[in-house]
């Protein structure tokens, strides 16, 4: 089995910055891509960063130009570095993996979410 676990959620002031980890584990030959995704109460939720193994990265336009999103393939982890946040931005945050097993299966899996809040 394969687990995303996701860390770096909290409370910070708007116009602060967070730095969320997602780190993947298991029976994991590759991960073809890792991304980040929101919900907020009542809301569906959206896009906010992916990248593939190769660096390539696509970003929500509400967070173009504050947030970025990094990988470290050794570690099968996936970062979110997120500056000049609003309060718009408190959702949970949950990680999404293309996870490709030993056995050369490939499927999507998500992480249990971190909450992020931004007072105003």
């Known amino acids: 089995q394969v687990h995303l676990v996701e860390s770096g959620g909290g409370l910070v002031q708007a116009g602060g910055s967070l730095r969320l980890s997602c780190a993947a584990s298991?029976?994991?030959?590759?991960?073809?891509?890792m991304g980040w995704y929101r919900q907020a109460p009542g809301k569906q939720r959206e896009l906010v960063a992916g990248a593939t193994t190769g660096g390539s990265a696509n970003y929500g336009d509400s967070v173009k130009g504050r947030f970025t999103i990094s990988r470290d393939n050794a570690k099968n982890t996936v970062y979110l570095q997120m500056t000049s946040l609003k309060a718009e931005d408190t959702a949970v945050y949950y990680c999404n993996a293309a996870i490709v097993s030993q056995a050369w299966i490939t499927y999507n899996i998500w992480g249990q979410g971190t909450q992020v809040t931004v007072s105003s």
């Open positions: 298991g029976d994991i030959l590759s991960i073809d891509s």
